[in-house]
């Protein structure tokens, strides 16, 4: 089973400012990484999927790089509607399917 | 537009048995892999189960393998999951979502409001 391990836990950014999350595999998935946002009570939504390329609608401030075992999401100016969790999951070797522990993005 | 409204869910003693409705619409359902997804509450995702768009293929974590049945009626443009042998540790709102299929396997582009499962005496 592949492990994701997302870092910080925790990440507290002021609005208008860069934010810069980060994923680890624990062995090569290639470029098959998704990242979700999800707010409280709400279900997770689809952000980014091969590992750089953003789903339907979402805005230009986010972006997504890395391959191998190594990934990033980064929202460049933070807006008061990005204060959420954000998970990635591997969809590279499978089952199971995995997703990191999420990193909790809070207004500094 | 795409919708999917998960039901079903409620408060179950240990060892009883509950199926979760995951009704799709917007979209042909019959030509899609899906999954089913939990959060326990305060906790991260957990993948639990995914079936081919025709029901042919069906793979399970290890956590629920042997108690958890996915299923699907395409006729009815609904996907299922049974769940038998509860344990306070099932508790969770319990997700369906789409498979948007890549090369390699899923991700999920779209997701249900999730139903809320309750294992406890």
């Known amino acids: 089973e592949i492990v994701m391990t997302q870092s910080p836990a925790t990440l507290s950014v002021s609005p208008g400012e860069r934010a810069t999350l980060s994923c680890r595999a624990s062995?090569?998935?290639?470029?098959?990484l998704a990242w979700y946002q999800q707010k409280p009570g709400q279900a997770p939504r689809l952000l980014i999927y091969?590992?750089?390329t953003r789903a339907t609608g979402i805005p230009a401030r986010f972006s997504g790089s890395g391959s191998g075992t190594e990934f990033t999401l980064t929202i460049s100016s933070l807006q008061s509607e990005d204060f959420a969790v954000y998970y990635c999951?591997?969809?590279?070797?499978?089952?199971?399917?995995?997703f990191g522990q999420g990193t909790k993005l809070e207004i500094k | 537009q795409v919708q999917l409204v998960e039901s079903g869910g409620g408060v179950v003693q240990p060892g009883r048995s509950l199926r979760l409705s995951c009704a799709a619409s917007?979209?042909?359902?019959?030509?899609?892999?899906m999954h089913w997804v939990r959060q326990a509450p305060g906790k991260g995702l957990e993948w639990l189960a995914v079936?081919?768009?025709?029901?042919?293929?069906?793979y399970y974590a290890d956590s629920v393998k042997g108690r958890f049945t996915i299923s699907r009626d395409n006729s009815k443009n609904t996907l299922y999951l049974q769940l038998n042998s509860l344990r306070a540790e099932d508790t969770a709102i319990y997700y369906c979502?789409?498979?948007?299929?890549?090369?390699?396997?899923?991700?999920?582009?779209?997701w249900g409001q999730g139903t809320l499962v309750t294992v406890s005496s």
């Open positions: 062995q090569s998935i290639s470029s098959n």
């Open positions: 079936i081919s768009y025709d029901g042919s293929n069906a």
């Open positions: 979502a789409r498979a948007a299929a890549a090369a390699a396997g899923d991700y999920f582009d779209y």
């Open positions: 917007g979209f042909t359902f019959s030509t899609y892999t």
């Open positions: 091969g590992a750089s």
């Open positions: 999951q591997q969809y590279n070797d499978w089952p199971p399917y995995t």
